[in-house]
């Protein structure tokens, strides 16, 4: 008898949801740009943190599928978003090397 798993991280449709919401994200910067001068990404900046944010949100996913209680879901998910935001830091400005400057 095979059971039906209603647990969204098991559906292979999340990989289409991660790219929609980081499209949605990245629109962010892009309607911002239309408004004010203080905020410059090239074409680059966009594919950079496109790809960054899709590869992040599809290895939470690959590790999430692995684990099946939610307080460690939670864990590694926040673990997850914090190495994203040090790497965009790291990629901006540059914390501990010169990556970004």
């Not at 991280?9 to 004010?36: C, D, E, R, S």
């Not at 290895?59 to 692995?66: C, I, K, L, S």
């Amino acid at each position: 008898m095979k059971t039906h798993n209603t647990d969204i991280i098991m559906k292979n449709q999340i990989f289409l949801w991660i790219a929609v919401v980081t499209g949605l994200i990245l629109m962010i910067p892009l309607v911002a740009m239309q408004y004010t001068n203080d905020v410059d990404w090239s074409i680059s900046d966009f594919v950079i943190m496109g790809v960054l944010m899709y590869g992040i949100g599809s290895m939470f996913v690959f590790t999430a599928r692995r684990i099946h209680t939610t307080g460690n879901r939670i864990i590694i998910g926040i673990a997850f978003l914090l190495g994203l935001l040090y790497i965009w830091a790291e990629l901006a400005v540059g914390i501990f090397t010169n990556l970004g400057s």
